[in-house]
């Protein structure tokens, strides 16, 4: 496997296309019944290798992630040979955590309003090949980031840096 095997529950979620997979690999589903008693060996292989179709067409569409801690905000931005990171973090006490789920510029208003610590931002910029790209971004989502769609954070910040 390249990524990792797709849980229970997102196999449920893909469940539809899972079948068309099943399908087009001339498994119907009496046949899939058959193989899950007969070879679970085969039905594990089967499996790993729809998990890498799904994480291989998810990767090759992401261009931001966002990964939220307590007290910071990485805003990631993928092209085709680079990866850009805009980040926000808190120096000093306050009570500000990024992951409540409420709108980061919310948040920034009623932190500046109300606290003594500080707010900084930094922005990072690394070569990535783009044989190394989907990695990467896979890399990321395993330690917790998630995609933006629309890159909303990553402007954001970029707007806050001037």
């Known amino acids: 496997m390249q990524y990792r095997r797709l849980t229970g529950d997102e196999l449920q979620e893909l469940e539809k296309e899972f079948v068309r997979f099943l399908a087009a690999n001339g498994l119907p589903a ?36 966002e990964w939220r801690k307590p007290r910071e905000v990485l805003a990631l931005h993928f092209t085709p040979d680079t990866i850009r990171v805009n980040g926000i973090f ?38 990535c090949p783009p044989e190394a790209r989907k990695r990467e971004i896979f890399n990321y989502m395993q330690q917790g980031a998630l995609i933006s769609r629309n890159g909303e954070m990553y402007q954001l910040l970029e707007t806050l840096k001037s």
Do not use: C, Y
């Open 30 to 65: 009496e046949a899939w019944e058959n193989l899950k008693q007969t070879n679970p060996e085969r039905v594990e292989e089967l499996i790993e290798q729809f998990s890498d179709i799904v994480f291989e067409k998810v990767l090759a569409d992401v261009q931001h992630l």
């Open 90 to 127: 808190v120096e000093g006490e306050t009570t500000l955590d990024f992951t409540e789920n409420r709108p980061v510029e919310e948040m920034i208003r009623n932190f500046q309003a109300v606290s003594g610590a500080k707010l900084q931002l930094f922005s990072a910029e690394r070569p």
